[in-house]
């Protein structure tokens, strides 16, 4: 299994030039594409979207099946690469030794 589920879709025969650098965490990631230490990386649009506004990043692709409507000018990666989807997915998630009522969404809202 691929640690970076976008990976499943990266050409087979290596034809990107890409290579799959591990972080702990997008933070750092974001830290060194803003210092061009480097070139690409696939990111959340919430943590990256200030970037991409100041003029700082410049967004290539959404992974989307559709273009994203915040970037109408910016093309679905599937327009390129038939069939290329990768959808993103946001959770909660508290360590395991979590007391229930503590762990509960209801708890964490406050009610």
């Given at each position: 299994m691929q640690?970076?589920?976008v990976q499943q879709h990266r050409d087979p025969k290596g034809r990107a030039?890409?290579?799959h650098v591990p972080y702990r965490g997008g933070g750092p990631a974001l830290t060194d594409l803003l210092g061009s230490h480097v070139q690409v990386m696939f990111d959340t649009l919430v943590t990256s979207i200030g970037h991409i506004k100041?003029?700082?990043l410049r967004p290539l692709g959404v992974t989307s099946e559709t273009r994203v409507e915040v970037f109408p000018d910016v093309p679905a990666i599937g327009k390129f690469v038939p069939g290329?989807?990768?959808v993103d997915w946001q959770g909660i998630a508290a360590p395991i030794n979590t007391p229930q009522s503590r762990s509960s969404i209801k708890?964490?809202?406050g009610n």
């Open positions: 640690q970076n589920p030039g890409t290579l100041a003029g700082e290329y989807v990768a708890s964490i809202k």
